[in-house]
């Protein structure tokens, strides 16, 4: 089965990230967190759905734990949507599926 949403670490978050020219989702959680697991299927699909127009990365804390500190991370899941680099919206909790959908809508129509 194709992963859309693509795992990556703190030696690679600057790279594929902060660097990046688009649109990028990521996705940070951990393993043993329940509403992590429960939203996984969700992020993959909205990883193929906005597949070409929205990077969706997911970040481990436990294992990558620079970035997850940089970025204030202080519950899980939280998504944080970025655009060449700079934070635009950022959900803490289960995001209500709709709502994610409609905010990578409307951040794919503003320049």
Known sequence: MATFAREITDNDFEEQVLNAPGL???DFWA???APCRTIS???ERVAQEFQGEVTVVKVNVDANPRYSSQMGIRSIPTLI???AGAIIKEMMGAPDPKQLVDILEEALETP
């Open 31 to 33: 393993p043993w967190c």
């Open 24 to 26: 990028v989702l990521v």
């Open 81 to 83: 949507l970025f655009r």
């Open 41 to 43: 299927p969700f992020i």
